[in-house]
């Protein structure tokens, strides 16, 4: 366990289904992050929550839509997706002045 | 733009035998580099980082790194593999400065362990 869990561990989805999914860090870190991992490719940034408030979209299509209501917890909101969505989803936290994240273990989503 | 490039796709080498992972980098400032390792169907964990001092940073589970400006390299080394060294390994730097959320990774390098 690193501090940072996520959940659902799995996740299989249809492409008109609705769905979450959570982060939750209790290091008292004040920066979260959203991060995808598709096979063969790096690992790449989605979003960035500084004190619960968003710094960065990397270009992430509005099918993602992420929710950071405190500075211990990040959801991201999932619909419509398509099947190229499928892909390790991983939540990061870290602390201001503090170099280097902690990762929680991912949710494996596929989407069908 | 920052980048990472991590050559090797695909490293296999004997238990016991040593090991050194390559990572090149793109950063125009002085970079923090950091070397994460993957377990199958975990998430990532840090195994060390540079920001600054001695070039040569020692991590957990007997890695090491050695950050030299003049190649642009942040290699990774181990002595002596483990078995359970068999993971994917991934090199990243911090661009910015303090906590702009913004890491690069490379794309990774799989390490197979034979017996």
């Known amino acids: 366990e690193t501090g940072v869990t996520q959940t659902p561990r799995h996740l299989v989805m249809g492409m008109t289904n609705k769905k979450s999914l959570k982060c939750e860090q209790h290091?008292?870190?004040?920066?979260m992050y959203w991060y995808k991992q598709s096979a063969k490719k790096p690992l790449e940034l989605m979003f960035v929550?500084?004190?619960?408030?968003?710094?960065e979209n990397n270009s992430v299509p509005s099918r993602f839509s992420p929710e950071c209501p405190n500075s211990s917890h990040l959801f991201l909101h999932l619909h419509t997706l398509q099947p190229e969505d499928s892909a390790l989803y991983l939540c990061?936290?870290?602390?201001?002045?503090?170099?280097?994240?902690?990762f929680g273990s991912g949710t494996r989503l596929t989407v069908v | 733009a920052q980048s990472v490039t991590q050559p090797d796709i695909h490293i296999t080498v004997s238990e016991g035998a040593s090991l050194e992972l390559r990572c090149n980098y793109s950063y125009g400032a002085t970079p923090y580099l950091f070397w994460y390792v993957q377990s199958p169907g975990q998430g990532l964990q840090l195994l060390l980082k540079y920001f600054s001092g001695d070039t040569l940073v020692q991590g957990i589970k007997g890695f090491e790194a050695e950050f030299k400006r003049s190649q642009s390299s942040f290699n990774l080394r181990k002595p002596s593999v483990h078995w359970s060294d068999a993971a994917e390994y991934f090199c990243?730097?911090?661009?910015?400065?303090?906590?702009?959320?913004?890491?690069?990774f490379g794309q990774g390098t799989t390490l197979q362990v034979k017996p």
């Open positions: 290091l008292g870190h004040n920066a």
């Open positions: 990243a730097v911090e661009s910015g400065s303090g906590n702009t959320g913004k890491l690069i």
């Open positions: 990061a936290s870290s602390q201001e002045g503090v170099y280097g994240y902690t």
């Open positions: 929550y500084n004190f619960k408030e968003q710094t």
